[in-house]
């Protein structure tokens, strides 16, 4: 995102950077949205972009205190929210076997899950109850092996990622790793 709400895309040639016009963005009566002269966040913290691997054209962005989903390469943009509200989304990604499936970490709370392409997020409990913690930063799902995903966070609640979780059952239960809880990632 170079400027607030502005998105590049680096050229054939690999060379030159050419700017995405900014088309509509719909964010609904979310109380953040960008309205004249008052709230301009659109942008202005992005923390992770993401392609759809199924579909090139379907692009996520989380920012502050929200998610944001492309279904045009970047042109336009919709809020996705619906679950998450109210925390930092630190990473967003559809998984690369089902792309109705839609995993995201975020401040405080750890991680969510989507099963219609991001349209809405569910957390299950606490998380420690179903193996997972707060503050997760990076997630990444297999290509290769169906319900595989990987995710760092805290060992206990804390800011820094320090600890390796892996799901095999597509996010609905998580196994840490064990990393030693004294490196930092």
């Not at 400027?3 to 590049?8: D, E, H, I, K």
């Not at 279904?71 to 109210?86: A, K, N, Y």
């Not at 109850?129 to 997760?136: D, M």
Request: glycine fraction near 12%; proline fraction near 4%.
């Amino acid at each position: 995102g170079g400027n607030a709400g502005s998105f590049y895309l680096l050229g054939k040639d690999g060379i030159s950077w050419e700017k995405i016009e900014l088309g509509k963005v719909d964010e609904g009566n979310w109380w953040g949205r960008m309205e004249p002269g008052k709230y301009r966040y659109f942008g202005n913290a992005l923390g992770y972009v993401t392609i759809n691997p199924k579909n090139p054209a379907h692009w996520f962005f989380t920012d502050w205190y929200a998610c944001y989903q492309s279904f045009d390469s970047g042109h336009s943009w919709t809020l996705m929210i619906d679950g998450v509200e109210m925390t930092v989304a630190h990473t967003v990604v559809a998984d690369p076997m089902d792309s109705k499936i839609v995993h995201t970490g975020v401040a405080d709370i750890g991680y969510f899950r989507s099963e219609n392409s991001g349209i809405s997020f569910k957390w299950g409990n606490d998380p420690v109850s179903i193996g997972i913690t707060n503050n997760i930063k990076c997630i990444s799902p297999s290509s290769v092996q169906k319900n595989l995903v990987y995710a760092t966070g805290p060992h206990d609640y804390h800011w820094y990622a320090n600890q390796l979780f892996i799901t095999e059952d597509g996010g609905k239960s998580w196994k840490n790793m064990g990393l030693d809880s004294s490196d930092q990632i």
